[in-house]
């Protein structure tokens, strides 16, 4: 049975401005209504490419999405950050309304978009679990059923008579959660607020949404980069790109999908501007000193070229993040960790992270890139895709033998064994 239908989706904002537009755009729409004819701006509007220049005072942030949802269901939605995601699911979730098409639904939906949302900050946690309750149009006692296993889950036993206001945002995460999975919605959309918790809870929510759709029979709408999340929960996804849905299938298709389109779309043209500075070059070097693939078991450098508009006043830290094709993170390089930070003392610097044994699988992997300014405590700049490269089998034993890939898992490690 069909839970939940989106016909041609569409969602409008103007730019630059707080508000749907001006007075003469206001009459101009009133004019072509009473004329019987369509809104004069829904003929306009750019494409919604966060990285280029705008061309229009109107975006798409979303553009004709159709898609049916079964009952039972587990749809995964993936794509970039600016997708699209986070709009699609406030439309399905009645927050905001699209600008053109219609939803369709069954049932009661509960929605988990942001950390603490439809939670009144100078309520307790319990207050807050019945009001959310009346929202879905549960009675007290339905309610009151189920608060006991709630507040079980949610692990905030001893804050549950504490106005929310004073809990961390993992707290408002767990109890946010336990009360949409728990109030029995029909329909539960999760957006990726799972990441705020911590590794423990994310495990039981996951185990949660599992048992919501397989053993209850309830359907699950999950938006989230953690591809490996999307791959054990989702039966079925969407990847969303630049506002249109450019795949629809089986988990993995998609998955792979998605990984493919990054990879084509990580191409770094320099410089790259940040706050007061410009990222003017990078390298991922091989043990010969060449821009090509990594070896297993060699030397391997990373190589950045800073400039700064004020370099004096600043102390900066370089942390290089390494993560796999699902998005999961392999290891962290970090400049602080080695007292490689320091208050720069000119405009143009350049930072070289050296790896003597390289000991990742081969594979696919992606670089992000955080600079930081420890005197500000500020971030100056963080992409966690900033680019890709390959890892190569090698002798990284130094045997002659070189390691079969399927199985070496992510990380291989120095080892002596001994025959006794």
């Known amino acids: 049975m069909v839970i939940l239908k989106a016909e041609n989706i569409s969602k409008q904002y103007r730019l630059g401005l707080v508000g749907t537009g001006t007075i003469s755009h206001d009459l101009n729409r009133w004019w072509a209504n009473v004329r019987g004819k369509e809104d004069p701006y829904l003929k306009v509007g750019s494409v919604n490419d966060r990285s280029t220049k705008a061309d229009s005072d109107y975006v798409w942030a979303l553009k004709d999405i159709n898609f049916e949802v079964q009952q039972g269901e587990v749809l995964g939605i993936i794509g970039k950050n600016g997708a699209g995601k986070s709009t699609l699911l406030k439309i399905l979730s009645r927050v905001t309304i699209p600008t053109t098409g219609e939803i369709k639904t069954r049932g009661r939906i509960a929605s988990l978009l942001e950390v603490g949302t439809g939670f009144h900050p100078e309520l307790t946690g319990r207050e807050n679990i019945y009001l959310n309750g009346a929202i879905l149009g549960m009675s007290k006692a339905e309610i009151k059923s189920k608060e006991k296993e709630i507040i079980e889950f949610s692990g905030c036993e001893r804050y549950v008579n504490t106005p929310v206001k004073r809990y961390s945002s993992g707290m408002r995460v767990r109890l946010a959660f336990a009360v949409a999975a728990f109030l029995e919605p029909d329909i539960l ?228 064994w001994t025959i006794y």
């Open 189 to 416: 959309v999760i957006d990726e607020v799972l990441a705020v918790g911590d590794a423990e809870f994310q495990k039981k929510a996951i185990g949660k949404m599992q048992d919501i759709s397989k053993g209850d029979g309830r359907t699950v709408l999950f938006v989230s980069h953690n591809m490996a999340a999307v791959k054990s929960l989702c039966t079925r996804a969407i990847v969303l790109e630049n506002g249109i849905s450019v795949f629809e299938g089986g988990t993995d298709e998609a998955v792979s999908f998605y990984l493919r389109r990054k990879e084509d779309n990580i191409v770094a043209t320099f410089p790259i501007e940040f706050d007061k500075g410009k990222i003017l070059d990078f390298k991922i070097l091989d043990f010969k000193g060449n821009n090509s693939n990594l070896l297993l078991g060699e030397k391997c450098s990373f190589e950045l070229k800073l400039y700064f508009s004020n370099p004096e006043s600043k102390k900066i830290n370089i942390r290089l993040q390494i993560f796999d094709k699902d998005e999961k993170l392999i290891t962290t390089l970090n400049a602080f960790h080695h007292n490689a930070n320091k208050i720069l003392k000119n405009d143009i610097q350049h930072f070289r992270c050296s790896i003597n044994n390289l000991r990742i699988a081969p594979d696919l992997y992606y670089i992000g890139i955080v600079i930081l300014d420890l005197n500000l405590r500020t971030t100056l700049y963080n992409n966690n895709n900033f680019t890709s490269f390959v890892v190569e089998s090698g002798d990284v034993f130094k045997t002659g033998k070189l390691p079969n890939k399927e199985n070496l898992g992510v990380f291989l490690s120095d080892q002596e």
